[in-house]
């Protein structure tokens, strides 16, 4: 093993011919192949296993779907949007949006479409894709943006195959199915069904919501832009410039630094805001005290809504507490044993956070295999790369920073830091770049300590928390995590 000095990004072309390989054609990947073509790398691939491009945009069509972080902050940095219709635009839009974008910048040539990757073997210095359709493909880099909410999770619940009705998850939205005059359930509490609850409840006979868990709603006002505002944007491109650099700040100062001390000031007066909510929207004592959590705000990921509250003293609306004992052929049976008929049901059950990459098979340096270094549960040295992994770099990995942000701003600072490692092979500092097992133990170790002061960390049970209850994202604050991404610790990484 040879350590180097540290690469010179004057290096310029000096290995035009690095080949890389992008998994998946989601919001990170298209910033990848962005970001690799605007560096000059030409021979890159996006392969996709789906037939259209868009990751968790493409994937989840629900009913109210939308985007709870401010659409003009939800955007690339190097493609401003001055059409977005609202605040928090629908998910349609922002599907589009990345549609439009992949083929302005080119991307659209570089997707190959129907291409599942299921195995990636490091050999000879290089990575060899095996894909679902028995072609292979060999690369200098992988990219893994597969994405974090990608796998639903279907509840273990009793007689789930039973039901009769419709039912479908969230995140396999069944647009066949028609919902107009229907009972219709929703199981689930989280930022998918409280949307999907608002969008439906005019257009069904019937809305039960069974919740296991009452939620903080933070009041959020959606106003649309109008179309003054849009041509001032379209005008004047720095102001959506600055409107950007403004929420980004505002989201860091008011929340991600604030989520790292449960009693933070910040975090103190997002509970009362939301105490405030709940007070002073639902009339009923007993319909507020059921949906009063018992936990702080922001200890699950905050809720955004403006109507839910409203939406739940419907007259057609329904909140059952009550546990679920089973699902029967005609519906819903709870634990004191009421059957809650049901023409259709919907499972807003959310995913499977700690799959990550799988079940794509991965094999690292001497025969390392990713199945059995996250045979516990995902790691990586700084969300980004795995030790005896070399030349393999994740967008929103594992114990990244997630929460009420833009993970577009996540995925662009880790971008440039995944930059500044290949150019270390591009100035030939180096043909392996790997984070060492010693960082990646040190930096686990520093997670685990910093994590315990959390706010998630304060007392609920939320997809945040790892099988240890410990929770699996970055602790710190998010300027921490942006001078971090600035420049690669050289000694964090073993290069040969
Ligand atoms: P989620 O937050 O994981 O919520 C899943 C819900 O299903 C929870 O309320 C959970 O209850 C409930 N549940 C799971 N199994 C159950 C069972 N067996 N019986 C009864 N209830 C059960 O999932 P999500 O709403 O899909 O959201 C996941 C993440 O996606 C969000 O946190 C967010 O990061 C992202 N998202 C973002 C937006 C946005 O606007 N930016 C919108 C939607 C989603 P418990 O709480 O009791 O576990």
Redesign the pocket.
């Given at each position: 093993m040879t350590l180097h000095p540290p690469p010179s990004s004057q290096a310029g072309a000096q290995r035009p011919d690095l080949r890389f390989i992008i998994i998946g054609a989601g919001m990170s990947g298209i910033l990848s192949a962005i970001k690799l073509q605007e560096a000059g790398f030409d021979d890159h691939v996006i392969y996709e296993k789906a037939a259209r491009l868009g990751g968790?945009w493409r994937e989840?069509s629900y009913a109210g779907?939308?985007?709870?972080?401010p659409s003009h902050f939800?955007s690339y940095s190097f493609a401003p949007n001055p059409d977005w219709s609202h605040r928090?635009s629908p998910g349609a839009e922002i599907q589009a949006y990345f549609e439009e974008t992949a083929r302005r910048f080119g991307v659209d040539d570089r997707i190959e479409y129907g291409k599942e990757v299921e195995r990636c073997v490091f050999e000879n210095g290089r990575w060899r894709i095996e894909l679902a359709d028995g072609t292979t493909d060999v690369g200098d880099f992988v990219i893994a943006a597969t994405g974090?909410?990608h796998h639903p999770?279907y509840?273990?619940?009793e007689g789930l195959d039973e039901f009769e009705g419709s039912m479908f998850h969230?995140?396999r939205w069944d647009h066949d199915v028609s919902l107009a005059g229907k009972r219709v359930g929703v199981?689930?509490?989280?930022?998918?069904?409280?949307?999907i609850v608002s969008a439906l409840v005019d257009e069904v006979e019937e809305l039960s919501l069974?919740?296991?868990?009452p939620?903080w709603i933070m009041p959020q006002e959606n106003p649309a832009y109008s179309q003054e505002e849009k041509d001032e944007f379209r005008r004047q491109p720095e102001t959506i410039t600055a409107l950007r650099s403004e929420i980004s700040r505002m989201f860091a100062d008011g929340f991600a630094n604030a989520v790292i001390d449960a009693n933070s000031p910040q975090l103190v007066a997002i509970h009362d805001a939301c105490v405030a909510n709940l007070e002073s929207s639902v009339q009923d004592p007993i319909l507020r005290e059921k949906l009063r959590p018992n936990y702080r705000a922001a200890c699950?990921?905050l809720i955004?809504s403006e109507d839910f509250y409203d939406v739940i003293q419907r007259p057609n609306a329904r909140l059952v507490t009550e546990?679920?004992d089973r699902i029967e052929q005609s519906g819903v049976r709870t634990c004191d044993g009421e059957l809650h008929e049901l023409d259709v049901l919907i499972?807003?059950?959310?995913?499977r956070?700690d799959r990550f990459m799988r079940p794509m098979e991965v094999v690292g340096r001497g025969g390392s295999r990713l199945q059995d270094v996250w045979r516990k549960r995902p790691s990586a040295y700084m969300a980004i790369s795995i030790p005896e992994f070399p030349n393999l770099f994740m967008l929103n990995g594992p114990n990244g920073p997630?929460?009420?942000f833009s993970l577009i701003e996540v995925a662009e600072l880790q971008f440039d830091y995944i930059m500044q490692l290949i150019e270390w092979v591009r100035s030939r500092s180096c043909r392996e770049v790997s984070a060492s097992h010693a960082a990646t133990d040190r930096f686990e170790a520093e997670r685990l300590e910093a994590a315990k002061t959390t706010v998630w960390q304060s007392g609920?049970?939320?997809?945040?928390l790892d099988d240890r209850g410990v929770p699996a994202v970055w602790p710190w604050t998010f300027d921490r995590f942006r001078e971090e991404m600035a420049e690669p610790r050289r000694p964090d990484f073993e290069l040969c």
């Amino acid at each position: 093993m040879t350590l180097h000095p540290p690469p010179s990004s004057q290096a310029g072309a000096q290995r035009p011919d690095l080949r890389f390989i992008i998994i998946g054609a989601g919001m990170s990947g298209i910033l990848s192949a962005i970001k690799l073509q605007e560096a000059g790398f030409d021979d890159h691939v996006i392969y996709e296993k789906a037939a259209r491009l868009g990751g968790t945009w493409r994937e989840n069509s629900y009913a109210g779907i939308a985007c709870d972080v401010p659409s003009h902050f939800y955007s690339y940095s190097f493609a401003p949007n001055p059409d977005w219709s609202h605040r928090f635009s629908p998910g349609a839009e922002i599907q589009a949006y990345f549609e439009e974008t992949a083929r302005r910048f080119g991307v659209d040539d570089r997707i190959e479409y129907g291409k599942e990757v299921e195995r990636c073997v490091f050999e000879n210095g290089r990575w060899r894709i095996e894909l679902a359709d028995g072609t292979t493909d060999v690369g200098d880099f992988v990219i893994a943006a597969t994405g974090v909410l990608h796998h639903p999770a279907y509840p273990d619940i009793e007689g789930l195959d039973e039901f009769e009705g419709s039912m479908f998850h969230s995140a396999r939205w069944d647009h066949d199915v028609s919902l107009a005059g229907k009972r219709v359930g929703v199981v689930g509490t989280g930022s998918s069904a409280i949307q999907i609850v608002s969008a439906l409840v005019d257009e069904v006979e019937e809305l039960s919501l069974f919740q296991r868990t009452p939620q903080w709603i933070m009041p959020q006002e959606n106003p649309a832009y109008s179309q003054e505002e849009k041509d001032e944007f379209r005008r004047q491109p720095e102001t959506i410039t600055a409107l950007r650099s403004e929420i980004s700040r505002m989201f860091a100062d008011g929340f991600a630094n604030a989520v790292i001390d449960a009693n933070s000031p910040q975090l103190v007066a997002i509970h009362d805001a939301c105490v405030a909510n709940l007070e002073s929207s639902v009339q009923d004592p007993i319909l507020r005290e059921k949906l009063r959590p018992n936990y702080r705000a922001a200890c699950k990921r905050l809720i955004m809504s403006e109507d839910f509250y409203d939406v739940i003293q419907r007259p057609n609306a329904r909140l059952v507490t009550e546990g679920i004992d089973r699902i029967e052929q005609s519906g819903v049976r709870t634990c004191d044993g009421e059957l809650h008929e049901l023409d259709v049901l919907i499972l807003a059950t959310g995913f499977r956070v700690d799959r990550f990459m799988r079940p794509m098979e991965v094999v690292g340096r001497g025969g390392s295999r990713l199945q059995d270094v996250w045979r516990k549960r995902p790691s990586a040295y700084m969300a980004i790369s795995i030790p005896e992994f070399p030349n393999l770099f994740m967008l929103n990995g594992p114990n990244g920073p997630v929460g009420n942000f833009s993970l577009i701003e996540v995925a662009e600072l880790q971008f440039d830091y995944i930059m500044q490692l290949i150019e270390w092979v591009r100035s030939r500092s180096c043909r392996e770049v790997s984070a060492s097992h010693a960082a990646t133990d040190r930096f686990e170790a520093e997670r685990l300590e910093a994590a315990k002061t959390t706010v998630w960390q304060s007392g609920c049970n939320s997809w945040y928390l790892d099988d240890r209850g410990v929770p699996a994202v970055w602790p710190w604050t998010f300027d921490r995590f942006r001078e971090e991404m600035a420049e690669p610790r050289r000694p964090d990484f073993e290069l040969c």
